[in-house]
C-alpha cells in the first residue's frame, strides 16, 4: 500500500464503528481482560495505533512514542551508549541534542567525537572506534544533508549504530532506514504532527536496539499520553499535502529572497550555492519545508527585522501550518557558545524561516516589507 493511502488510514477495531482511533483516556487496564496494556505508562492502546502507523511509515521492525523529541534522543542515547563508549556527533544539529552528547553524556563517562558540518567530517573519523554516530538528515539550522548511505559504508552495521534524526525530512522526503541507518528519531512535534499544538517523539528501526529502549522508557517515563497520540494522528493524516506544498512554497521563497537587498546568504539544498546540492536529489524526494538565510548584519537589525513582520511569527518552533522564524543565534542555538556557533557555520545573522501553507506572495511581501524597515540608519 502507498504511504500517502496508509497515513490517512486508521486500523478500527471493536464494534463502534468509530472512523478513527479512539483516545484510550485511562490509566490502567483491568485484568485479566487488560493484559495486553496493563498500565498507561508502559502501553496504551491509542500510542500504539501511532506507534504502528509510523513503523509502517519508517520500514521500522520495532518502534516507540515519546513524550517529546529529547524524550526519545535522551532514552536512546543512555540505552545504547555507557561510561566508555565513543560517540561520534554532527555539529550542526538541534542545540539540545548536542549539549545532551557533549556535555551530559561526556560527563558521564563517554568519550564524545564531534564532525565540523558535512558528510566528508564525519568519514574522517572512519579509522576509529566509534560505536554509534547521531546524525541529523537535514540538519538544523544550516539544511546541510547528511548521505547515510556513505556513512553506513564507511562505518559497519554490527560495530556502529548510526541513529538519524529525521524530524526536518520526515517519511515524505526521506527513509533513513532504507538508506542504512540502524534507527530513525522525530519530535512528533514539528512536521509530523503539524499543527503546533502538542509535543510528542519518535524511534524506531531494529528491533533489537528498540527492545533495550523500550525497557528503559518504560522505567524512565517519558512515555507519550494518549491525547497526544490522537492528535498525532490526526496531523500526520495530512503530513504529505503538507510537505509537498509547504516544499513548494519553501524553494521558490529561497530563490526569490537570495535576491532581496540585505540577505547575504541563503542555505537552501536545492540552491546552487549550498554544499549539498549535487547529491541532494539522490538523499532526498523533494523539497525541504525550511529556508536558513544570513542577514547583512551591517546594514539589517536582526531583532527589529523579527518585530517588523506581520504575517510571519518569530517562535522556537517548526512545521506548522503557521510559518514561524527563528533566529539561532538568540532563540533554538542561544545555549552554544559563540565558537562552537561558528564552527557550526551558524552566523549570528542567520534566520530559519518554517514555511508554512499560507500564500508564497503574503509570505515574501511580509518578508520583504519587515528588512525594509530594519535597516540600520
Ligand atoms: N530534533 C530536532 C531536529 C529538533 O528541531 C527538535 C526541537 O526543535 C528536537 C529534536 C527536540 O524535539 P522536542 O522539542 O519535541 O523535544
Redesign the pocket.
Known amino acids: 500500500m502507498n504511504d500517502q493511502t496508509r497515513i490517512v488510514m486508521d486500523k478500527v477495531e471493536g464494534e463502534t464503528g468509530s472512523l478513527v482511533f479512539p483516545i484510550y483516556q485511562s490509566s490502567a487496564f483491568q485484568l485479566p481482560k487488560g493484559e495486553k496494556f496493563r498500565y498507561s505508562r508502559e502501553n496504551n492502546p491509542s500510542v500504539e495505533a501511532l506507534c504502528e502507523k509510523i513503523n509502517e511509515l519508517e520500514g521500522s521492525e520495532a518502534g516507540n512514542c515519546f513524550s ?3 524524550g526519545a ?1 535522551t532514552t536512546t542515547l543512555l540505552s545504547l551508549i555507557s561510561p566508555g563508549k565513543t560517540v561520534l556527533v554532527q555539529r550542526d544539529i ?1 542545540a ?2 548536542y549539549i545532551f552528547i557533549t556535555q551530559f553524556l561526556k560527563n558521564w563517562g563517554v568519550n564524545v567525537l564531534v564532525a565540523d558540518p558535512g558528510t566528508d567530517s564525519i568519514l574522517k573519523f572512519r579509522d576509529h572506534d566509534v560505536d554509534l554516530i547521531f546524525i ?1 538528515s537535514i540538519t ?1 539550522p544550516t539544511l546541510r544533508v547528511t548521505d547515510i548511505e556513505r556513512i553506513r559504508s564507511s562505518f559497519p552495521r554490527g560495530k556502529t549504530i548510526i541513529v538519524t ?1 529525521a ?2 525530512a520526515t517519511p515524505v522526503l526521506q527513509k533513513p532506514l532504507s538508506l542504512g541507518s540502524d534507527l530513525v528519531l522525530h ?1 512528533l ?2 512536521f509530523m504532527s503539524g499543527h503546533n499544538d502538542v ?3 519518535y524511534v524506531g528501526g531494529r528491533k533489537d536496539l528498540m527492545t533495550l529502549i523500550d525497557q528503559n522508557r518504560r522505567m524512565l517515563g517519558p512515555s507519550m499520553d494518549p491525547n497526544t497520540a490522537f492528535l498525532v494522528n490526526r496531523g500526520m493524516k495530512t503530513l504529505f499535502v503538507r510537505m509537498r506544498q509547504a516544499g513548494n512554497t519553501a524553494f521558490s521563497i529561497a530563490e526569490k529572497i537570495a535576491g532581496i537587498d540585505g540577505v547575504k546568504v541563503v542555505h537552501y539544498p536545492m540552491l546552487e550555492n549550498h554544499p549539498d546540492f549535487l547529491r541532494y536529489g539522490e538523499m532526498l524526494d523533494g523539497e525541504p519545508a525550511i529556508v536558513s538565510f544570513e542577514l547583512d548584519l551591517s546594514r539589517v537589525d536582526p531583532q527589529k527585522f523579527m518585530s517588523s513582520l506581520t504575517l510571519i511569527l518569530p517562535a522556537n ?1 517548526l512545521g506548522g501550518l503557521s510559518t514561524t522564524i527563528t533566529h539561532p543565534p538568540t532563540m ?1 542555538h542561544r545555549t552554544l557558545s559563540e565558537d562552537e556557533r561558528n564552527r557550526a557555520g551558524i552566523k549570528p545573522g542567520i534566520m530559519r524561516l518554517s514555511v508554512g501553507l499560507e500564500s508564497e506572495d503574503d509570505l515574501l511581501s511580509d518578508l520583504k516589507n519587515a528588512i525594509s524597515k530594519s535597516f540600520i540608519t
Do not use: L
Open positions: 517529546s523529541g529529547m534522543v538541534f539540545r541534542s541529523e538544523n534524526d524530524t526536518f519530535s512535534s514539528k509535543i510528542g517523539g518552533t533554538s
